[in-house]
């Protein structure tokens, strides 16, 4: 009855979703193009794939679509257009292409009652690309170095409340430490010292605004959007206090918020209160969400595979006896084991399924199979992340966990070609926040590897269908027993 009251949710989600945005999308102008000697993509019906959706869900269906049409093929939604790109050999030009040409701005309106008007997909798109470069800048690998001292005063705190054994559920476990952690680094002491519990339960209510009946419909007043909106405000206020406390004292902190505080457009203005606070926002719900979520499914794999959890902990005794127990980065920089076992559980449980933009004008791709085709502008093009990362001709035995994939002598994603792992995105548009999710994601792996002996107690976990960035399911249970490597 589960699985089929979750069919029939992601069905209904589904037809909704095809009405909806068919009927948005009708309403954009498509440009006119030339005659073309070459071919459009495969074309396939929506109605024909509906049992399909229906009885073996989305992820299946598409596989089956690939395996019948090969790397490109088209879904009609009753006259608009929505182009599946398969694989690296035709993603370069939807993640390399210029915005004028293939963009994303029409599917993020539901982020702008998330971060506000002033910040991201609600300004014009040289404002957007000038604040993420400013976020970009913020994160720079240069700048987290500063980052991993607090960042593992935070871990260690924090299990430091743990006993000498016990079960505790590992979802939640790291999703406070992350938060811990982003208050820290992200958002300032003052925030940190005198208000994380609030903040911590505005940022929940704002997260819960990033859900498939939110995506629909940005600015309905259901119950989880105006718990949204009412985050939005009081973390505006929050931040905005912050901001002027700051300039009016001049004290200066070495932490995101400060760097952003500090950032100057192209035409000499600095950045605005309410631009801070958006982009504070948008860095710490995408990495909150995403971290959580990574960190979980990295614990989940580690622990179930006995292998690869030894060869972690083996790492963990060459760390420490070669930096005295000092886990600094250039330490964590060298734990090459560990951040194969965390990207091994990225690609296998990636959280942005797929990834989706808009062809303002036509564009070519050489597919695998040998065939040339034109797309049309107007189409809407979607990368199936969670399929591309499974492909056999890209990663062998795909449905395997095995962090050795990325290994030398191996490196599968190098070797399938320059778009093979785009978890994180790629080209033009990859992750400001990349380096950053790796570094506290190994900071806690590496502590909790070090001090503890960890076991999972329950199944291993399935993702949350019901969720955009498809969580583990329920709760991660696991026993842990306090030890120390030698």
């Known amino acids: 009855m589960d699985m089929l009251a979750t069919r029939t949710t992601w069905l209904a989600i589904g037809i909704l979703f095809i009405i909806v945005v068919g009927t948005k999308i009708l309403r954009w102008k498509s440009s006119v193009h030339p005659l073309s000697t070459r071919p459009p993509p495969p074309i396939v ?71 506000g008007q002033e ?63 982003s208050s820290r680094c992200l958002l300032g002491y003052e925030v940190r010292d005198m208000m994380l519990e ?39 206020e929050i931040f905005t206090a912050t901001i002027r406390s700051r300039r009016s004292s001049g004290r200066v902190e070495d932490d995101a918020l400060q760097r952003l505080m ?30 959580t979520s990574t960190s979980t499914w990295t614990g989940a794999c580690m622990l179930s595979n006995t292998k690869f959890l030894i060869a972690a902990m083996e790492e963990q005794k060459h760390i420490i006896s070669k930096y005295k127990n000092q886990i600094g980065y250039e330490a964590l920089s060298e734990m090459d084991t560990l ?38 502008g107007g189409h809407n093009i979607l990368v199936p992340t969670a399929l591309n990362n499974k492909l056999a001709h890209i990663y062998s035995d795909p449905h395997l966990y095995d962090p050795d994939r990325f290994g030398p002598g191996r490196e599968e994603d190098k070797v399938g070609g320059k778009y093979s792992f785009t978890t994180f995105g790629g080209g033009r548009h990859v992750c400001p926040g990349m380096a950053l999710a790796y570094l506290q994601i190994k900071v806690i792996w590496s502590h909790l590897l070090r001090n503890f002996e960890l076991k999972l107690i329950s199944s291993f976990p399935k993702a949350d269908g019901s969720k955009m960035n498809q969580e583990p399911k329920g709760k991660v249970m696991i026993s842990y027993k306090r030890h120390q490597l030698l």
């Open 339 to 376: 951040h194969r076992c965390i990207k091994e559980a990225i690609r296998m449980h990636t959280s942005a399924p797929v990834l989706v933009r808009k062809a303002h004008t036509k564009f070519r791709v050489h597919t695998k199979e040998g065939e040339e085709y034109d797309i049309p």
């Open 262 to 291: 500090n950032s100057k457009y192209k035409d000499g203005r600095f950045t605005t209160e309410a631009e801070i606070s958006g982009m504070i926002m948008g860095l710490v719900v995408a990495g909150h969400i995403s971290s």
């Open 119 to 181: 910040v991201f997909y609600g300004v014009d798109t040289a404002t957007c690309s000038e604040q993420l470069n400013f976020i970009v800048d913020a994160l720079k690998p240069s700048k987290l170095r500063s980052l991993v001292d607090p960042m593992s005063q935070e871990v260690e705190a924090y299990f430091a409340k743990w006993g000498q054994d016990g079960i505790v559920d590992l979802k939640h476990e790291l999703e406070q430490v992350l938060m811990f952690i």
């Open 45 to 115: 019906n929506v109605l024909g794939l509906l049992p399909s959706l229906f009885i073996k869900g989305f992820g299946v269906t598409i596989n089956d679509l690939y395996t019948k049409f090969g790397s490109v093929f088209t879904v009609s939604l009753f006259g608009p257009k929505i182009t599946l790109l398969v694989g690296p050999e035709v993603s370069t030009h939807f993640f390399q292409g210029l915005e004028s040409d293939i963009d994303v701005r029409k599917f993020m309106e539901v982020t702008i009652p998330i971060f």
């Open 198 to 236: 609030e903040v911590y339960s505005l940022f929940h209510d704002l997260a819960n605004g990033l859900n498939f009946l939110s995506f629909l419909f940005p600015y309905t007043t259901t119950p989880r959007n105006r718990r949204r909106d009412k985050a939005h405000i009081r973390l505006k």
